[in-house]
């Protein structure tokens, strides 16, 4: 038997020490801390108003409905959302993804002109931010207020994002770039077929970042969005548990629980549509994200 075979044999056959097993206890803790009320959010969702009245704490409702979802979906709204929020993906994402990598590519060049004025600028934005008023106006005099491009625009760019992906573009070989102009291949066509293909990591971890970002976005859309049509998804979901809270604290004391019980189960079915798709788009990232963060976060 080969020495890598007896070193794997001796591996597997080690004892675990008592400090192995508190440190297995402390994880299984927190991972129930928060396993338990993500799996009770779901389960209230699908309870009866009146299990829910009896037991709070729902682990296994006796008597599944979907009552909740057939209320939250019944007047289109939370659809209306979901649109909106696709738009704000679909348009916002590869911008956004434009802009940070072909101003982090040209930053990481040692011969880019003004390099280090426009990398300050960009790191001053960081520091000192002009605050939501002067965005306003912008928008305002740019006439996007009132339309999802003031939205789209506001979130359009991340210094931070810019700069993970500007110190991951420097551990790259600058020997490729060379020989790539060499063979006369221009600035954006060694950025697509040269530097990107071998970025891949932190690609997905910044297209992560800004998915989530633009998914959870709600603060932008409030101050720029009117109509409620126009609300995307997280903005939806504000309006409903502000709605039903109202609701139940205006209601009769002879209905008060069953308000109270009803709005329970809509925001946490509200709270669970909200948060699967976005848990379902994680997973296809994951294994790129520790390598993208790692890498893009020191400079070499």
């Given at each position: 038997?080969?020495?890598?075979?007896?070193?794997?044999?001796?591996?597997?056959?080690?004892?675990?020490?008592?400090?192995?097993?508190?440190?297995?206890?402390?994880?299984?803790?927190?991972?129930?801390?928060?396993?338990?009320?993500?799996?009770?959010?779901?389960?209230?969702?699908?309870?009866?108003?009146?299990?829910?009245?009896?037991?709070?704490?729902?682990?296994?409702?006796?008597?599944?409905?979907?009552?909740?979802?057939?209320?939250?979906?019944?007047?289109?709204?939370?659809?209306?959302?979901?649109?909106?929020?696709l738009i704000l993906l679909v348009?916002?994402?590869?911008?956004?993804?434009?802009?940070?990598?072909?101003?982090?590519?040209?930053?990481?060049?040692?011969?880019?002109?003004?390099?280090?004025?426009?990398?300050?600028?960009?790191?001053?934005?960081?520091?000192?931010?002009?605050?939501?008023?002067?965005?306003?106006?912008?928008?305002?005099?740019?006439?996007?207020?009132?339309?999802?491009?003031?939205?789209?625009?506001?979130?359009?760019?991340?210094?931070?994002?810019?700069?993970?992906?500007?110190?991951?573009?420097?551990?790259?070989?600058?020997?490729?770039?060379?020989?790539?102009?060499?063979?006369?291949?221009?600035?954006?066509?060694?950025?697509?077929?040269?530097?990107?293909?071998?970025?891949?990591?932190?690609?997905?971890?910044?297209?992560?970042?800004?998915?989530?970002?633009?998914?959870?976005?709600?603060?932008?859309?409030?101050?720029?969005?009117?109509?409620?049509?126009?609300?995307?998804?997280?903005n939806v979901l504000r309006t409903?548990?502000?709605?039903?809270?109202?609701?139940?604290?205006?209601?009769?004391?002879?209905?008060?629980?069953?308000?109270?019980?009803?709005?329970?189960?809509?925001?946490?079915?509200?709270?669970?549509?909200?948060?699967?798709?976005?848990?379902?788009?994680?997973?296809?990232?994951?294994?790129?994200?520790?390598k993208g963060v790692l890498t893009?976060?020191?400079?070499?």
């Open positions: 038997m080969s020495k890598k075979a007896n070193k794997k044999s001796k591996i597997g056959t080690e004892r675990m020490t008592l400090l192995d097993y508190v440190i297995f206890a402390i994880l299984l803790v927190l991972a129930l801390m928060i396993l338990i009320p993500f799996w009770n959010v779901i389960m209230i969702s699908f309870a009866t108003q009146k299990e829910y009245a009896d037991n709070p704490l729902l682990m296994f409702p006796k008597e599944f409905t979907l009552d909740s979802y057939k209320a939250l979906f019944a007047d289109g709204t939370i659809l209306s959302g979901y649109k909106n929020t348009i916002g994402l590869p911008l956004s993804m434009f802009l940070t990598t072909s101003m982090a590519y040209g930053l990481s060049r040692s011969n880019f002109p003004f390099k280090k004025f426009i990398f300050f600028l960009v790191l001053f934005t960081m520091i000192f931010n002009g605050g939501i008023v002067p965005l306003y106006l912008i928008m305002k005099s740019l006439h996007l207020t009132g339309s999802l491009w003031s939205v789209i625009l506001a979130g359009s760019f991340s210094a931070f994002n810019m700069i993970l992906m500007m110190n991951y573009f420097y551990t790259l070989p600058e020997s490729l770039m060379e020989s790539a102009r060499l063979d006369g291949a221009g600035e954006w066509r060694i950025l697509f077929n040269v530097v990107l293909p071998l970025a891949t990591p932190i690609i997905a971890t910044i297209t992560l970042f800004y998915g989530v970002a633009y998914w959870n976005s709600w603060y932008d859309a409030m101050i720029f969005l009117r109509k409620a049509d126009q609300l995307p998804l997280q409903i548990i502000s709605t039903s809270q109202t609701n139940a604290s205006n209601a009769s004391s002879v209905d008060a629980t069953q308000v109270s019980n009803f709005s329970m189960g809509m925001k946490m079915a509200a709270v669970f549509v909200t948060m699967v798709p976005i848990m379902c788009f994680f997973p296809m990232l994951q294994k790129h994200f520790a893009g976060a020191i400079k070499t």
